[in-house]
């Protein structure tokens, strides 16, 4: 477990990475992206604390309470840089009303957060499966069936996510012009 814990935590180095670059650009971003930097960083520590935690405390609830601290604390700013980027959505169009111009509608599509949504529920469906496979103590049972059931779940999320993102894909205007050699 603490060996999988700390492989996702490197993996995760796609979200944090650029997260990391995001607070040292500091007053170059908007304040709502680098609160959102500092949550995504704050849960990825939260998941590498975990992962040395698993390998050094004795007792199950020490990693247990540090996975909680983390998911709390990155959820709390992650909640706090929406509301702070729906006011700055509101007093961008404000600005934009009085010149009398209407600007394109930033942030990520409804089609985006349907994904996101739909992958994060798999995620927590497979780790339910896998946990109540783990739970139920069959001997009869292969142990590669615990790691097979969550991935078939995460699976079927996987392609759910994916048709809906092919479903929602906006139709393309022309053809694309063949690479010039």
């Known amino acids: 477990m603490p060996l999988g814990a700390a492989a ?18 500091g007053a170059d971003r908007p304040e709502s992206r ?8 704050t849960g990825w520590a939260g998941a590498g604390a975990l992962a040395v935690l698993l390998l050094i405390a004795e007792a199950w609830w020490t990693p247990v309470a540090a996975a909680a601290a983390g998911t709390v604390v990155a959820t709390a700013l992650r ?9 700055e959505a509101r007093e961008m169009a404000h600005h934009w009303s009085h010149l009398g111009q209407v600007p394109s509608p930033t942030g990520p599509s409804h089609s985006r957060n349907v994904v996101a949504t739909v992958l994060i529920c798999g995620l927590a ?10 739970l139920s103590g069959r001997a009869d049972d292969p142990r590669r069936l615990t790691a097979a059931a969550p991935a078939a ?11 809906y993102a092919h479903a929602t894909r906006p139709a393309t205007a022309g053809v694309r012009e063949g690479r010039r050699r």
């Open 8 to 25: 996702l935590t490197t993996a995760g180095s796609v979200w944090y990475v650029p997260a990391l670059a995001d607070l040292r650009a």
């Open 34 to 41: 680098r609160i959102a930097a500092a949550a995504c960083v």
């Open 79 to 87: 909640l706090h840089a929406t509301a702070r980027r729906r006011r």
């Open 125 to 134: 469906a497979a780790v339910a499966v896998g946990a109540l496979h783990a």
């Open 153 to 163: 779940v995460m699976g079927v999320f996987l392609t759910a996510a994916a048709g």
